[in-house]
């Protein structure tokens, strides 16, 4: 929140002056006095704990951080896990038009045209089934074969190129997740002979 010279009085101490002559002000943690301790809230959670119940944060004008303990943890562990984070990125990148941009595209354009030159046969593979599905001899199922999720565009997935319409249907997530290698597809298991 921007503050003009006059709040630095009011606010002394806590305001960061700028070379416009604007002052920074930072947010003030909700604080409240129970049986003489001093009490704040965590930002996450919405519990009220003591000082101990949170970790110093030098930056901040309370000197502890806007999570408790507890769900700072949780937060922590949640950012390394790599399924979470992945899921974060893609919202990410759906909000704000990531793919949209011009570099980006122009980027995609250059890879697309050597994974083409480079992959002859995948490329040959994909468009025959592309060509089938538009043309109506190949019918694509209502839903994703692992998680049976429905109304995502669903994408086949080859296990051998030189049988372009023998493909199992996956939605982009459990498509990328059998190629990172987190689950296994065998013909066996769809009840295909190979």
């Known amino acids: 929140m921007l503050k003009t010279q006059k709040h630095l009085d009011v606010h002394a101490g806590l305001g960061v002056q700028c070379l416009n002559k604007e ?35 030098k930056r901040n004008p309370q000197g502890i951080k806007s999570q408790c303990k507890r769900c700072h943890c949780k937060t922590a562990v949640e950012s390394r896990d790599k ?20 570099e980006v595209a122009e980027r995609e354009r250059r890879r697309s045209a050597e994974r083409r030159k480079n992959e002859p046969e995948k ?5 025959a089934l592309n060509n089938a599905v538009r043309g109506g001899r190949v019918k694509k199922p209502a839903a994703c074969y692992r998680c049976g999720v429905i109304d995502v565009k669903l994408q086949g997935h080859h296990s051998d ?20 290698g987190v689950w296994a597809y065998t013909f066996e298991l769809c009840g295909r002979d190979e």
């Open 23 to 57: 002052v920074f002000m930072p947010r003030i943690k909700p604080k409240r006095t129970v049986s003489g301790t001093d009490e704040w809230k965590c930002s996450t959670c919405g519990e009220w704990l003591s000082r101990e119940g949170f970790y110093t944060e």
């Open 83 to 102: 399924e979470v984070s992945r899921k974060r990125n893609r919202k990410w990148m759906r909000e704000s038009g990531y793919k949209q941009r011009p």
């Open 161 to 180: 190129y030189n049988k372009p319409f023998d493909v199992v249907w996956l939605c982009p997530g459990c498509h990328a997740a059998l190629h990172r």
């Open 123 to 127: 490329y040959t593979a994909m468009s």
